[in-house]
């Protein structure tokens, strides 16, 4: 396989209250649009496809398209060249990459904001991931869309991360037993239900220490932990440093980022 990120421009987030319609004749770059909420649909060059929850929609130089998702809608988008390589071209265009690969465009997200060599670099080599494992999952004959009973799980997760529920309980509302289910899990995102449960979690508690004044200990029980120690203690896990760290790097960010 040989292929490379040769330069990023962007990789953002952005909400949309209303509707959002958005068409594109021919587009200049490479580049993916990751949904994380919103229903509809995209017509890529001349072929309709659903839009949902985790659909990744991996878009090339020169394609036309248009977006129609409902409000409200929020997505990670991105502007960047792809050399030029025949496994890229095989890639599906439409893709469900799960969780783990999702957590992956969620830090190059991340990492682009801190506008710094470190960023940028970290941003490149998670882009690099995802489409490295794409290509992979392709080659083996696998594939990156999931099936109705993977997707009803994570449908469920994402509404109810933030109270308590056995794997039986999921289970059950998916019509699987727990044995199947956390197969499937482990299958499609390399993880358990449990740790994405605390992922989703997490992706909450960042929002919440980024933008508002709600007390630690609020935030940790609002998202169904039962006392600020196992909160703080997964937060770290994931994120590397303590949640309280995290809130005053927020409110504080550095200054003068070095240039890219």
């Known amino acids: 396989m040989r292929f490379n990120v040769e330069e990023i421009y962007t990789v953002i987030r952005k909400s949309e209250p209303e509707r959002f319609d958005f068409e594109c004749r021919c587009r200049a770059w490479d580049g993916f649009v990751c949904f994380t909420q919103g229903e509809g649909s995209i017509l890529l060059n001349a072929r309709a496809y659903p839009i949902h929850p985790g659909t990744a929609v991996l878009l090339r130089r020169g394609d036309s398209y248009r977006f129609s998702v409902g409000a409200p809608c929020t997505y990670i988008t991105s502007a960047f060249v792809l050399s030029a390589c025949k496994e890229l071209d095989d890639l599906p265009r439409i893709a469900e990459p799960g969780p783990a690969l999702l957590s992956l465009l969620e830090e190059a997200e991340s990492f682009w904001q801190q506008q710094s060599e470190d960023g940028y670099m970290q941003t490149l080599w998670r882009v690099l991931c995802l489409y490295t494992t794409l290509i992979g999952k392709t080659r083996e004959g696998g594939s990156v869309r999931v099936s109705d009973s993977y997707r009803a799980a994570v449908c469920f ?14 289970a059950a509302a998916c019509n699987l037993s727990p044995s199947r289910l956390r ?7 390399g993880m358990s239900v449990l740790a994405y449960r605390d992922l989703l979690r997490i992706r909450r508690a960042q929002e919440l220490l980024s933008f508002s004044e709600d007390p630690i200990e609020e935030i940790a029980v ?8 196992y909160f703080s203690r997964a937060f770290r896990r994931l994120c590397g440093i303590p949640p309280g760290e995290y809130r005053r790097r927020q409110i504080s960010p550095p200054q003068e980022p070095a240039d890219r």
């Open 157 to 170: 997760l994402r509404k109810n991360y933030d109270r308590g529920f056995t794997v039986s309980e999921l």
């Open 183 to 189: 197969a499937l899990f482990r299958e499609k995102s």
């Open 222 to 229: 609002s998202l169904g932990y039962c006392d600020v120690y």
